[in-house]
């Protein structure tokens, strides 16, 4: 099967924060430099060197794991409220797991326990068969004193004839506004399509 990659089709709000070369901060601060224009400065509430900060910043922490699409959703006063993140995973020689087989490893979260009974639901998109996971995530905070809230939508797609899958997460601590940013995640997630690899680019899937 010819080699694709997922793509997604980002609407207004959401910012692609993909780093592609070194992935450290002078690659991030001249993606941010380029994304500055997008906000409207009439409406913003940060001024650009915070606003340049945050963007660069963003694209450091979300890009740490080389994914393959890293993006961040803000209020147009610029405020971020989403992160998101997509990978693909594959092991050798192995048969690619199924739907209800990766429920417990899209729940999994190194510094955070499931509050609470996730909510589970399998879906045809476009991109292939999906489980969606959403869940309450109780983090540690840092040097471990308390914790904190954190809303996670995960899904792990199944591209049909591939044998990897793809992996979406979008996590945010803004739980008044959940309702409004499980639709935008949902709606993003719903608009992936797998396009072919382009000359010089591949899929990497983590082990």
Do not use: C
């Not at 959703?73 to 610029?78: E, K, S, V």
């Not at 991109?127 to 996971?133: E, S, T």
């Not at 990897?164 to 995640?185: E, H, I, K, N, S």
Request: charged content about 25%; cysteine-free; overall charge negative.
């Amino acid at each position: 099967m010819e080699e694709r990659v997922p793509r997604l089709e980002f609407q207004q709000g959401w910012v692609d924060l993909t780093l592609e070369g070194s992935r450290g901060r002078t690659e991030a601060v001249g993606l941010a430099k380029e994304l500055l224009s997008r906000f409207n400065p009439l409406e913003r509430t940060l001024d650009d060197q915070d606003l340049l900060n945050d963007l660069a910043d963003r694209a450091v922490f979300l890009n740490r794991n080389a994914p393959l699409l890293a993006a961040a959703h803000y209020t147009p006063d610029g405020v971020a409220l989403v992160d998101l993140w997509v990978d693909s995973y594959a092991e050798e020689e192995a048969p690619r797991p199924e739907p209800g087989d990766v429920v417990p490893l899209l729940l999994d979260w190194s510094n955070a326990k499931v509050a609470g009974d996730p909510d589970i639901r399998y879906l045809d998109l476009e991109a292939g068969p999906a489980v969606r996971v959403q869940a309450v995530l109780k983090e540690k905070r840092i040097l471990g004193f308390g914790s904190q809230l954190a809303e996670l939508v995960r899904y792990a797609v199944f591209p049909p004839g591939a044998n990897y899958l793809v992996v979406v997460t979008a996590t945010w601590q803004d739980m008044a506004r959940t309702d409004d940013l499980v639709r935008l995640t949902d709606q993003l997630v719903a608009s992936m399509s797998l396009v072919p690899v382009e000359q010089g680019e591949q899929i990497d899937p983590a082990d």
